[in-house]
């Protein structure tokens, strides 16, 4: 079947810009997660979706990113006010299974800011 | 704070033999140690994952090992070959937490 998609898959941003960024998990996967990939680096958590309820937003790394997932299947992750920072590759996973276990990652939105 | 730790960076090795990689966690309730791998580019693929309940997993070429109480565990590749080549990550996660907590990788460079 079909795997996690994610649009756009590259988003170039002029500082101070809006962006969101799209997820389309797994069909009937209950767990959504946002990691955020620096270069070189592992995948760091942002924020955890168990249908449409948000319980876990500890690694949001400011009040200017938020996420939704309003009907427990799409999400969209955005980011008010961009800075130089938040250039990374934006990772969504999905999973069957409640909290952090089997997660299938999207192929990622790399973001850069200019 | 909660923590992985990767072991090593970079690993070349000569087609057909093994390569291990490493990884340490900090958090003891930590039960489920996934294995991704990412290609340039590409997204992380699940490849093999243990539960704490047991102490090694094993699929062809690939094996897992955990010692809980040291709380390490191991990637195993055996009979390497040049596609093995990418970006090896571990994590730990499992019931008290929501999220997997990642290493920083192991760039896999398999010699032909």
């Known amino acids: 079947g079909a795997g996690v998609s994610q649009s756009p898959r590259y988003k170039v941003a002029k500082r101070g810009q809006d962006v969101a960024l799209r997820c389309d998990p797994i069909?009937?996967?209950?767990?959504l997660f946002w990691y955020q990939q620096a270069l070189g680096q592992g995948p760091e958590f942002l924020t955890y979706?168990?249908?449409?309820?948000?319980?876990?937003k500890s690694g949001l790394p400011s009040d200017r990113f938020f996420a939704e997932r309003p009907e427990g299947s799409v999400s969209t992750l955005k980011i008010q006010r961009t800075q130089q920072e938040d250039s990374a590759v934006y990772l969504c996973a999905s999973s069957w299974r409640d909290r952090g276990y089997e997660q299938y990652f999207g192929p990622g939105t790399r973001l850069t800011v200019t | 704070g909660e923590n992985v730790e990767q072991h090593p960076s970079t690993l070349s090795v000569q087609e057909g033999d093994s390569a291990v990689i490493k990884c340490t966690y900090s958090d003891s309730a930590s039960n489920y140690f996934p294995w991704y791998k990412q290609e340039l580019g590409k997204r992380p693929q699940l490849i093999i994952d243990i539960r704490s309940n047991v102490g090694e997993k094993k699929d062809q070429r690939i094996a897992v090992t955990l010692n809980k109480t040291a709380k390490h565990f191991s990637l195993h590749i055996t009979e390497t070959q040049p596609e093995d080549s990418a970006v090896y990550f571990c994590a730990a996660g499992g019931d008290s937490s929501y999220k997997l907590i990642f290493g920083s990788g192991t760039r896999l460079l398999v010699r032909p």
């Open positions: 069909s009937g996967h209950v767990s």
């Open positions: 979706f168990q249908n449409e309820a948000q319980l876990d």
